[in-house]
Every structure is written in structure tokens, then in C-alpha cells.
């Protein structure tokens, strides 16, 4: 396969499933914010701009945090690269390059996407239209997940597609985590309260896994678990141990034609994936959870890095 | 001046016979159908991203060449006759480029004038002496056909360069089996939509002397904001090659590569959608982004063909045009099947002369130009225009040829008014490959939708049809 091909194939499945995250850090936000458990509301939005590593950027443009201010830079600003309208802007760009790489199926969910988003006037944006559109994202993008998955033949196209969105996964899921280190609770009394409370929650809603906590820990929301289930959980696709054991699958793949492509990359991935698999929670929590988060954000960053230069990016 | 023409359905006697299906058609579906259906076309041709880029305008990037529903039709016989025609056009064509760049015979026996082609920017002197695989330049050429009457045809221009609208011809098919799907189910309409696989045997017949084994083909493109880039990706996908832009490809040791993520891999055939100009900065443009440093010496080294050949342009040039029948004459040693029109060459002053003099009623094309861009409709012209072509005539002659207008013939098209003839033209793709010539039975007919235009071009806001050849007589 082309460089130029899989590098786009990659971008393209990484900006689909940021859409994805964005989308679901703005439902998260606007859930904790009409639930009214925090006194200082602006808090939310804070943190869902905090996860999505858009802090600098949103302050050179915005003076103040709030939720209009959020909303329309995660949302729509095209001026920041990792906005919703942004990434299906680029994702669509990319599909483009690369459209004799994709399935019918593909093109047409990217492209009806990209023409669908022109029925969304960021102007007239309410609670409800907000809350259409958040869900519209996570349809399509959901569509695109399913369609590529379904229809595309399995060789280089698919790994590349597939480790895309998996690395991007990985960076977001320990982001949305190490962002709970971030929000500064109002009162240190606070801590294990109510305010407390809510914002484990709004986590595992923003990974959609409400009800996968309950299935798999039958508790009350617990700091130490929902951690568990992000970083160590092999069930849950959405967990750092998940993300790369699909990352290093890919790898392996890929390699498998050309061991000595890319010796470095594989590397990182498995001692990565090797760390997590056998990772225990109370270790992580006894050393540091910001501090591991941080270590996976770094390596995964050098992984990617690594993944472009062995195969010509 | 158009009222006068030839209309393909209405004849003096009623419909025309070859338009019998589509009369019947048209008169069984009520207008707010054929309405609805357009839209539904251009859906559909949005869904597919079947765009066009338009450089000199403003907004919207991606534009939809309107498509008319009612199709052009022509019947097996009058195909016959232009396929026939076009096989020996182009056949003298590739001859006449192929004696330019060797022993020049048709500029020494004075057939052809030796300034008009050694002085000619499109003329490629880094092209002499190079023996190109089956002696094939122009292996995709567009041949624009007009037709002003039931048996007359004129060619109107050759293009033999890179000429464009293929897909087009094959998706106005499909979304015309899409929308009517009864319409064709009696087979009476020869198929179009195995153009791609007769590309891809074309390519292949034509790999360079190098090569072993199956020869490797690409599609180079300029990227996603060149104005045909969907053809280029719908060719590609069509024929599973490689579309690759000009950093994916490199040169080294004389031996052309695509970067993959398996490291290099050889490249054989080239089907280039860029001008000579960008394909290598080294010998041509140096300030091109779009090329392959050093492809040019490949190419002499025998390691890669390029579809089309470096310098297969000289044979498009307007005035070079005028002297097609004499190289059918000169190589074939046959009569042209098919009609020129009558051309003033403006570098003959005698010519001049009669074209200032009659420039109202002539249309004055610049030699170099495509597109429909740089040229003067006289009966459509200002006051302002007419005066700014005589001076740019009085200056630049050599830049310049002048025709008749001709009556172009009309097909019914379904526009604001409702159903109303629009005049149109034909662009047949011709395939030589070392082995044959192949032609998929049609081609892209061009319309211009504003009523009494003459200019069908699409960056001039002309339209497309889906074009017929009725398989079997009648």
C-alpha cells in the first residue's frame, strides 16, 4: 500500500473517533451542568476542554470559560484542528486522498457525514439542537465505525485504519481520566461527597459504561474502580489495555510481511501493552495515577511518531 | 443562426427514428416526474462526489456539472461510420507525432510546415529520437465531434494530451440505470461501463522495454484540488491501480518507484493526469511540486512508459489541426473518413486578411487554448470584444485560427422553459495500445444550456447527457 495512503487511512479513522470524543465531552458537560450538583458550574466545561488538550488554544481565543464559549470552540470553531466540524472536515479531506483505498460503503458514510453537517447552523444553536447534534455525531461516526469494519478487506488498509483509531482511543480515554486531577474540587471536604461523586459518574457516561461498572463491579461508583475499568479492563473497548491489545495486533500484522519495518514501534507497543496487562490498580493508585497517565500519554505520543517514521508517513 | 440546425430527434418528417424510445419515453412521463428525478440526479451525484472544480470562481469549490436526463442518441450505423473515422484519425496522429520526433518525412516533404512545428512550445525537442513502446503517443485521445446535419460531421478539435470527461460518460450511465432502470432493460443501448478495463489493457499492452513480468500500473494525479481529480480517482478505483501524487513516486538509478509501506516498489506504466510542463522539474518547469525529479531520464532509459507520451501535445495545437487529413493522406495513404472544418490559419496573411474582415461571423480560437477560454464567438461578440480580437489578431497572427460558426446540431433538453434543443457536441475516447485501437461505443456529449450558445465547455457552464449508440440496425 501507498505511504501516503495508509498515513491518510490512519488520520482519517484518528479524526472520526476525536469527532466521536468530542461529541461525547459535550454531552458529559452539559449533563453535569443541567444537573446542578456543583455550585460552580463552569467547572464542567473547564474539564471538557482540559480533555480534550485544548487548554492553550481555548485561552488565546477565549478570555473566560463558559458554556457558550466551550460549545462553540469543541463544537464548530474551525479554527481549532480538534473541533467536531473540524475533524469531519479533515476526515472527509483525508477519505478524498485516499478514496480508491475505501469501500463504497465508506465513502458514502464519510461523505453523506460531511453533507449532512451543512443542516447544522452553529448560529442557531439551542439546548435541544445541541443535544441533536452531539447525538448526529455519534451516529455517524458510529456508522463509519461499523461500515469500515464490515466492509473492508483485511490487509494493510484495514490495520492502519484500525490502529488509528486506537491510538487515538488510548490518548483520549487516559485524558478524560487524568482530567479528574485537573478539576478542583470546590472544598477539600468535598472529596468522596456528592460533587465528587457526580464527576466519577460523568466519566463513565462519557465512555458510555454506566452500565458496564454496574455488570462488572455490582458498586457504588468508586474512584478506584472507575479507573480500573478505563486502564486495565480487557472486556471494555474503550480501556487503555483494550486499545492496545487491538494496537499491537495491527502491528503485529503489519510486520508480519516486513519484520524489519518499524522494529521500534513494536517495541513500544508491546512493553506498553505488557505494562498494562499486567498492570494492578493499586499499585497505579499507590504510585501516582496522574504520573501513569502521564507516562501513557508520553509513549503513546512517541508511538505514533515511531508508526510514521517506519512506514514512510 | 440556431434555429437553422439540425435536430437529432425532430426531423422535417417527425421523430427521428434512432430517438423512437426516448420520444415514447419522454411523452409518458409527466414533467413534475422529470423534475423530481433531476433532483434525485443530483443527489446522487453529490453522494458519489462527482465534482468539478471551477478555478475562477468564488464559492463553492466543489461544483456538480449539470446533467440533462434525456439522452443523445445516435444509431449503430451512424456510430459505425464515426468509429471508422476515428480509428484512422488517430492512427495518423500517432504517426505524425512518432515522424516529429524521428526522421520528420511530413515537415521535409513539405506537407507540413517546419516552422509551425519546430517552433511550436508544445513541440518537445528532449522527445527526439526516443523510440517509444508500439511508436504510441496519444494511447487516451478526445476527439470533439460536432455534427451540423444527418450525415455531416465535422471534427472539431483533437485533444490528444490529457484529455478529460471519461467518467463522466460512464457514472451519466449509471445514474440514468439508476433513475430509469426500465428504460434499458430491452438492451437496446451498448454498454460503456467497461472503459476502465479497456484503459487498464491498454496500459498494459504498452510497458516500457525494461520491464519484465506484469507490468506495474499508477495513476498520477496533481491531488484532490485539481479540477478532475474525481476522474482520476474513479479511474484508479475502477482499474485497482495506484493513484499516486508526484512525492509518492521517486527515481533512482534511472528506475522509476511508488513509496509504500513495504518500502519501494517499481512502477512501470504511468497514466499521467499533469502537464508536460510539471512532470519533471529537472528537465521541465523547475519550479513544479507536482512531478518526479529525474522520471524524464527513466523515461528515455526505457525503465517507465508515460501515458500519455512527453510532447503528444503537438498534435493538439489548432493550427497543426488544419493538417490532419494531409497526414492521413501522407501515412495511411487513405481519404479522411472524417471532416475538418474549414480553418483560416491567421500566420497565412492572405487568410488574415479575410478573417478581419469577416470577424462577426467567424469564431477565432487562440492555438494553445483549452476549455473554451481565449476564444471569440463573432455572432455573439461586443462591439468591445470584436475590436479587442482584431488587435490581439493584428499582433500575435501565429497565436491564432478562425472558423465558421457552425450550425451545431440541437438535442432536446429539459430546462427552465421545459423541453427545448440545445445545441451539442461529442467527445469519443480513443485507446491505442500496442496491440489495437479500442473505442467504448459513444462518448461524452457536452450541451450548452443557455438557449442559442454554442459553448459547451463545462467551465463555461455547459452541461453533460448521457450518450447512446443503439446496439444492432435501425
Not at chain 2, 439508476?178 to 460503456?192: N, S
Not at chain 2, 476522474?231 to 493513484?243: C, N, Q, R, T
Request: contains cysteine.
Amino acid at each position: 500500500m501507498l505511504a501516503r495512503t495508509a498515513e491518510s487511512l490512519f488520520w482519517l479513522a484518528r479524526y472520526l473517533e476525536r469527532a466521536d470524543y468530542v461529541a461525547r465531552l459535550l454531552q458529559g458537560a452539559a449533563h453535569m451542568s443541567a444537573a446542578r450538583v456543583d455550585a460552580d458550574r463552569s467547572s464542567e466545561w473547564e474539564s471538557a476542554i482540559l480533555a480534550s488538550g485544548a487548554e492553550n488554544a481555548f485561552s488565546a481565543r477565549h478570555a473566560l470559560v463558559s458554556a457558550p464559549a466551550v460549545i462553540d470552540y469543541l463544537a464548530f470553531d474551525t479554527s481549532n484542528p480538534s473541533s467536531i466540524v473540524s475533524c469531519i472536515e479533515t476526515a472527509r479531506r483525508n477519505a478524498r486522498t485516499v478514496r480508491t483505498a475505501l469501500t463504497a460503503d465508506m465513502w458514502d458514510a464519510i461523505n453523506s457525514t460531511w453533507l449532512e453537517l451543512r443542516n447544522f447552523d452553529p448560529e442557531q444553536m439551542d439546548d435541544d439542537r445541541l443535544a441533536a447534534f452531539l447525538d448526529w455525531v455519534k451516529a455517524r461516526t458510529g456508522l463509519f465505525h461499523g461500515v469500515y469494519a464490515s466492509t473492508m478487506l483485511r490487509n494493510d488498509g484495514f490495520y492502519f485504519t484500525r490502529l488509528g483509531q486506537f491510538l487515538e482511543r488510548a490518548d483520549n480515554s487516559a485524558r478524560l481520566l487524568d482530567v479528574k486531577y485537573h478539576v478542583r474540587l470546590p472544598h477539600a471536604e468535598d472529596v468522596g461527597g456528592l460533587v465528587d461523586y457526580y464527576q466519577w459518574l460523568a466519566i463513565l457516561r462519557v465512555v458510555g459504561a454506566r452500565r458496564a461498572y454496574r455488570v462488572l463491579f455490582k458498586a457504588k461508583v468508586a474512584p478506584i474502580h472507575v479507573a480500573e475499568l478505563i486502564i486495565l479492563r480487557p472486556e471494555f473497548p474503550r480501556s487503555l489495555v483494550f486499545c492496545f491489545e487491538q494496537i499491537t495486533t495491527q502491528l503485529d500484522r503489519i510486520n508480519g510481511q516486513d519484520p524489519q519495518r518499524s522494529a521500534e514501534g513494536k517495541r513500544l507497543a508491546h512493553s506498553l501493552y505488557a505494562q498494562l496487562r499486567f498492570g494492578r490498580i493499586d499499585h497505579i493508585f499507590n504510585s501516582g495515577l496522574h504520573e501513569y497517565l502521564s507516562d501513557v500519554i508520553v509513549r503513546s505520543d512517541e508511538l505514533g511518531l515511531e508508526i510514521a517514521k517506519g512506514y514512510l508517513f | 443562426m440556431s434555429a437553422a440546425g439540425f435536430d437529432e430527434m425532430q426531423g422535417p418528417d417527425g421523430t427521428r427514428a434512432p430517438y423512437a424510445l426516448v420520444d415514447a419515453w419522454l411523452k409518458s412521463l409527466p414533467r413534475e416526474q422529470l423534475a423530481l428525478k433531476r433532483r434525485e440526479a443530483e443527489g446522487l451525484f453529490r453522494r458519489i462526489g462527482i465534482t468539478f472544480a471551477v478555478y475562477t470562481e468564488g464559492g463553492d469549490p466543489e461544483r456538480l456539472i449539470p446533467f440533462d436526463l434525456i439522452p443523445r442518441v445516435l444509431a449503430q450505423a451512424e456510430w459505425q461510420r464515426l468509429k471508422l473515422g476515428l480509428e484512422q484519425r488517430v492512427k495518423a496522429l500517432n504517426a505524425f507525432i512518432h515522424d516529429v520526433y524521428h526522421n520528420r518525412e511530413i515537415l521535409r516533404a513539405g506537407r507540413v510546415p517546419e516552422s509551425l512545428i519546430l517552433n511550436n512550445p508544445q513541440f518537445r525537442p528532449e522527445m527526439a529520437g526516443l523510440d517509444l513502446p508500439g511508436h504510441i503517443y496519444s494511447h487516451i485521445a478526445g476527439i470533439d465531434m460536432v455534427r451540423t446535419g444527418p450525415d455531416e460531421y465535422y471534427v472539431l478539435e483533437d485533444n490528444c494530451r490529457t484529455p478529460s470527461g471519461v467518467s463522466y460518460m460512464v457514472e451519466n450511465r449509471e445514474v440514468m440505470l439508476r433513475l430509469f432502470p426500465d428504460l434499458f432493460r430491452r438492451g437496446l443501448v451498448a454498454p460503456v461501463a467497461h472503459y476502465p478495463d479497456e484503459l487498464l489493457e491498454t496500459l498494459r499492452s504498452v510497458p516500457p522495454p525494461n520491464c519484465r513480468g506484469e507490468p506495474t500500473v499508477v495513476l498520477l494525479t496533481a491531488g484532490i484540488h485539481n479540477s478532475a481529480y474525481y476522474e482520476h480517482a474513479f479511474l484508479a478505483d475502477e482499474m485497482g491501480i495506484e493513484l499516486v501524487e508526484g512525492a509518492d513516486l521517486l527515481v533512482k538509478n534511472d528506475i522509476c518507484y511508488m513509496r509504500t509501506t513495504r518500502g519501494l516498489a517499481r512502477v512501470d506504466v504511468i497514466y499521467r493526469r499533469i502537464d508536460d510542463d510539471f512532470l519533471d522539474p529537472l528537465v521541465f518547469n523547475p519550479e513544479s511540486m507536482l512531478g518526479v525529479p529525474g522520471l524524464y531520464f527513466a523515461y528515455r532509459a526505457g525503465n517507465v512508459n508515460l501515458a500519455n507520451a512527453i510532447g503528444a501535445g503537438i498534435a493538439d495545437d489548432k493550427a497543426v489541426y488544419i493538417h490532419v487529413p494531409e497526414m492521413i493522406r501522407f501515412y495511411l495513404g487513405e481519404q479522411p473518413l472524417l471532416s475538418n472544418v474549414p480553418t483560416f490559419d491567421c500566420r497565412n496573411p492572405d487568410e488574415l486578411q479575410h478573417v478581419l474582415a469577416n470577424l462577426k461571423d467567424l469564431v477565432v480560437k487562440e492555438v494553445h487554448g483549452s476549455g473554451g477560454y481565449g476564444m471569440l464567438v463573432g455572432p455573439q461578440a461586443t462591439r468591445e470584444q470584436l475590436a479587442q480580437f482584431t488587435a490581439l489578431l493584428k499582433s500575435r497572427p501565429y497565436d491564432y485560427i478562425a472558423q465558421p460558426t457552425l450550425a451545431l446540431s440541437t438535442v432536446p433538453t429539459f430546462v427552465e422553459q421545459g423541453i427545448a434543443p440545445r445545441h451539442v457536441d461529442l467527445r469519443p475516447f480513443v485507446l491505442s495500445g500496442g496491440d489495437r485501437i479500442r473505442i467504448v461505443p459513444g462518448g461524452l456529449t457536452r450541451v450548452a444550456l443557455r438557449e442559442g450558445s454554442l459553448v459547451v465547455n463545462s467551465s463555461q457552464g455547459g452541461g453533460t447527457k448521457d450518450t447512446w449508440v443503439l446496439e444492432g440496425p435501425g
